[in-house]
């Protein structure tokens, strides 16, 4: 697990307590420069239909959480974010990304690649009241096999980083590489979380 000793706590004490981003220590958005030859295979990812999201920064997840359940932050628990989020995303033919969580929930954004940069996409969310998740993903890591590392400028320029998976969980090894890459981009190393899908309904 990734839970620092202080970030357990905060998890225990705000059982009843709403989400508060500030706990999430994200980041201003920093420069992800565009690499001479495209980090990810395409022709893999064009083979995706859908993946997992097993690893994330808290402030992805919570922004996450926050679309999907459409709520005031202050008006979600927190212990239903890391228990009930079960978050699966699936790659729509006609240019959108569709998130599903929280068993029965759906979330829908634009997706549009950026031209200078094949690793890279905007997402725009439609529909819905909250939208805090939108902004430009940077796909910076991936093994073309299994998994793919991204880093988002969300459009309140705050920085997150998550985990597309083709399964529920990483192996140890993935994880160490995935950690060690989420820190030499320079996001904050306490700021790491990862979901379980032990309980999810599929």
Same mark, same amino acid.
């Given at each position: 697990?990734?839970?620092?000793?202080? !970030?357990?706590?905060?998890?225990?004490?705000?059982?009843?307590?709403?989400?508060?981003?500030?706990?999430?220590?994200?980041?201003?958005?920093?420069?992800?420069?565009?690499?001479?030859?495209?980090?990810?295979?395409?022709?893999?990812? &064009?083979?995706?239909?859908?993946?997992?999201?097993? &690893?994330?920064?808290?402030?992805?997840?919570?922004?996450? &959480?926050?679309?999907?359940?459409?709520?005031?932050?202050?008006?979600?628990?927190?212990?239903?974010?890391?228990?009930? &989020?079960?978050?699966?995303?699936?790659?729509?033919?006609?240019?959108?990304?569709?998130?599903?969580?929280?068993?029965?929930?759906?979330?829908?954004?634009?997706?549009?690649?950026?031209?200078?940069?094949?690793?890279?996409?905007?997402?725009?969310?439609?529909?819905?009241?909250?939208?805090?998740?939108?902004?430009?993903?940077?796909?910076?890591?991936?093994?073309?096999?299994? !998994?793919?590392?991204?880093?988002?400028?969300?459009?309140?320029?705050?920085?997150?980083?998550?985990?597309?998976?083709?399964?529920?969980?990483?192996?140890?090894?993935?994880?160490?590489?995935?950690?060690?890459?989420?820190?030499?981009?320079? !996001?904050?190393?306490?700021?790491?979380?990862?979901?379980?899908?032990?309980?999810?309904?599929?």
């Amino acid at each position: 697990m990734w839970y620092s000793t202080s !970030f357990a706590l905060l998890c225990i004490a705000s059982v009843a307590q709403g989400l508060r981003f500030r706990e999430s220590n994200d980041q201003p958005c920093f420069n992800i420069s565009t690499p001479e030859t495209p980090v990810l295979d395409l022709k893999w990812a &064009a083979s995706i239909d859908s993946f997992y999201y097993p &690893a994330m920064s808290t402030g992805n997840l919570y922004r996450l &959480a926050v679309d999907l359940l459409q709520k005031d932050p202050k008006d979600i628990r927190l212990s239903t974010v890391y228990y009930d &989020a079960c978050i699966k995303w699936y790659v729509n033919v006609n240019g959108t990304s569709t998130v599903k969580g929280f068993n029965v929930l759906t979330k829908e954004y634009a997706r549009t690649p950026l031209k200078d940069n094949p690793d890279a996409f905007t997402y725009v969310g439609l529909g819905g009241i909250q939208d805090v998740s939108s902004g430009t993903l940077y796909t910076t890591l991936t093994d073309n096999k299994t !998994f793919f590392f991204v880093a988002t400028c969300m459009k309140n320029g705050e920085m997150t980083w998550g985990v597309g998976s083709t399964t529920p969980t990483l192996t140890e090894e993935t994880k160490k590489i995935v950690l060690d890459h989420a820190m030499s981009l320079g !996001f904050n190393t306490e700021d790491f979380t990862e979901l379980k899908y032990d309980t999810c309904k599929n």
